[in-house]
């Protein structure tokens, strides 16, 4: 059986200066056109450090979002992380939001191509692929992904990503519930099964479900997992039909990571007596004021560390120590 444990990958930093000056050939002599040299080395370390050093000039970042700002999830955390270490060197952050999957590449490239923009964040592997053709039709301008991977194999140079590794976090929801649907408690029936409802079928997402199944077998490998997709991040009514489904299928714990929709999953185990396992957010704190009833079901939330990651990230950019054309793993 596949185990799921922490790594920690320290990210390694690498200043990269080219010089780009070139000496005048009107000196007439040795001594003269030394000193030409020293000159033009000089000045051209200067303009190196200007163009790789935004410690020292406003920055504006623009936040490509798949989806809405105020839900109280990770995308809002990044968003605030960032949007406080952009201000602080005078800097402006512009958010476009976005829902509709067909309008991602026209949101990038235009941002892309208004040269406004010292660096353009990209979350999650929706905005993957418009993202690469981005970066491949604007080689200067410069992009951060997270919770996804891009591949640097000739390609996106001018792109740097980080993912965390989300298995860790779907394991220890997978021990949690495995531990809860054994256990007799009120809410719970005798099956043994539990389910996880994910928003899109991709990569990042499985990772968590391939994490969850380790943490549930990890306990009891007689616990049946049942599992599904929204395809999206925002529809409740669908959230609440795939708990509904998993519901009657025996399921009393359900693992979501479907960003709004979980609240449709979760609606359907408040009426079932059942439990619920957040991500991204701290959900039974999110609702706690506003639907009591599904926060009193989150007994857990899986939460990531991305506002302090990808913060991190733009402040080396704007130091001039970020370095593009790598992946990096965060446990």
């Not at 201000?87 to 939001?97: P, S, T, W």
């Not at 067909?102 to 592997?125: H, T, V």
């Not at 993957?128 to 996804?148: H, M, N, R, S, W």
């Not at 394991?171 to 409802?197: D, H, I, Q, W, Y």
Request: aromatic letters at 10%.
């Amino acid at each position: 059986m596949r185990r799921c444990f922490a790594l920690f990958v320290t990210m390694a930093i690498l200043l990269s200066v080219i010089g780009c000056g070139k000496a005048k050939e009107e000196a007439s002599s040795p001594d003269q056109k030394e000193s030409a040299q020293a000159g033009s080395r000089e000045t051209s370390q200067k303009e190196t450090e200007k163009q790789t050093d935004h410690s020292e000039k406003p920055i504006r970042v623009l936040m490509v979002i798949g989806g809405h700002l105020g839900d109280g999830q990770s995308t809002d955390t990044v968003y605030a992380a960032v949007k406080e270490v952009v201000e602080a060197k005078g800097g402006e952050l512009i958010a476009a939001e976005c829902s509709d999957a067909s309008l991602f590449e026209s949101y990038m490239m235009d941002g892309a191509a208004s040269g406004e923009n010292d660096l353009i964040i990209a979350p999650f592997a929706a905005l993957q692929e418009a993202t690469e053709l981005a970066a491949k039709e604007y080689p200067d301008q410069k992009f951060i992904g997270y919770d996804v991977e891009y591949s640097y194999d000739g390609k996106n140079a001018n792109v740097v990503s980080f993912r965390g590794r989300s298995c860790e976090g779907g394991f220890m929801e997978g021990v949690t519930a495995a531990l809860l649907t054994t256990s007799g408690a009120e809410g719970t029936n005798p099956e043994k099964v539990v389910g996880f409802v994910g928003g899109g079928e991709n990569p990042a997402i499985q990772d968590f479900l391939f994490g969850f199944i380790d943490g549930v077998k990890y306990i009891d490998t007689e616990i049946d997992v049942k599992y599904s997709f929204v395809g999206n991040w925002d529809d409740i009514a669908i959230g609440k039909e795939l708990g509904i489904t998993q519901i009657e299928a025996g399921a009393d714990v359900i693992y979501t990571t479907c960003g709004t929709a979980s609240y449709g999953t979760a609606a359907a185990l408040v009426e079932s007596g059942g439990y619920c396992l957040g991500c991204g957010g701290d959900f039974a704190a999110l609702t706690a004021e506003s639907q009591p009833d599904i926060s009193r079901i989150f007994i857990s939330s899986d939460m990531n560390s991305y506002d302090k990651i990808i913060a991190g990230a733009v402040e080396d950019y704007m130091n001039g120590t970020l370095e593009f054309g790598k992946h990096y793993e965060v446990g």
